[in-house]
């Protein structure tokens, strides 16, 4: 990606960000902590969980809902390495 396409890319996510909080204003360090990092984090968010639910369909994790009813994530056994 060019320094260019890189500068597009953030513009569009500061604008999004501002399209969804008319009202924020805040400095360089605001911005780019509050608004770009945060935006980031969703976004991730849900590739992770799709991530996440890709792999437990595909048998390779399993998939646990603890008593506050969210799910919980982890190696199956049989894909465990055995302790020889």
Request: with cysteine.
């Amino acid at each position: 990606m060019t320094k260019e396409n890189d500068t597009k890319t953030i513009a569009a996510e500061i604008m999004e960000y501002l399209r969804q909080h008319p009202m924020a204003s805040d400095t360089l360090d605001g911005v780019v902590y509050w608004w770009l990092v945060q935006q980031s984090i969703i976004k991730n968010k849900i590739l992770v969980e799709q991530a996440l639910e890709q792999l437990t369909e595909e048998g390779k994790i399993s998939k646990k809902i603890n008593l506050n009813c969210v799910a919980v994530y982890s190696l199956k056994p049989e894909q465990k390495p055995s302790r020889d």
